[in-house]
Nanobody, 129 residues
Framework: QVQLVESGGGSVQAGGSLRLSCAASGFTYSSTCMGWFRQAPGKEREGVGRLYTGGGRPAYADSVKGRFTISQDYAKNTVYLQMNSLKPEDTAMYYC??????????????????????WGQGTQVTVSS
């Protein structure tokens, strides 16, 4: 069955870095839109960024541009979220998501959680000031 398994969350001080991983299995990894989302307590889930596994540049939310980087290891069916210069407002549960219904251009604008079909269980990121 489809599995998205996130790891790498934890607690860090403001200005620090973390790298999240999302290992995908149970579906063909190629030509897939892989997204990262986050949800803080009492807030709606928001998109952080996404990457089309078939190539092309990642897309990022304005709130994380210049600080977060999405990459992949195609051979390992794994997507990464490198988070630098972390701020307390980055504190949230971070989720990996996937959808096979988009091309590269469609993935670039797939900002909503409803655009994605498969979800991981999430990993907590806590940034202290």
């Amino acid at each position: 069955q489809v599995q998205l398994v996130e790891s790498g969350g934890g607690s860090v001080q403001a200005g620090g870095s973390l790298r999240l991983s999302c290992a995908a299995s149970g579906f063909t990894y190629s030509s897939t839109c892989m997204g990262w989302f986050r949800q803080a307590p009492g807030k709606e889930r928001e998109g952080v960024g996404r990457l089309y596994t078939g190539g092309g540049r990642p897309a990022y939310a304005d709130s994380v541009k210049g600080r977060f980087t999405i990459s992949q290891d195609y051979a390992k069916n794994t997507v990464y979220l490198q988070m630098n210069s972390l701020k307390p407002e980055d504190t949230a549960m971070y989720y990996c998501a996937a959808s096979k219904q988009y091309s590269e251009s469609g993935c670039y604008v797939a900002r909503r959680s409803s655009d994605f079909v498969w979800w991981g269980q999430g990993t907590q990121v806590t940034v202290s000031s």
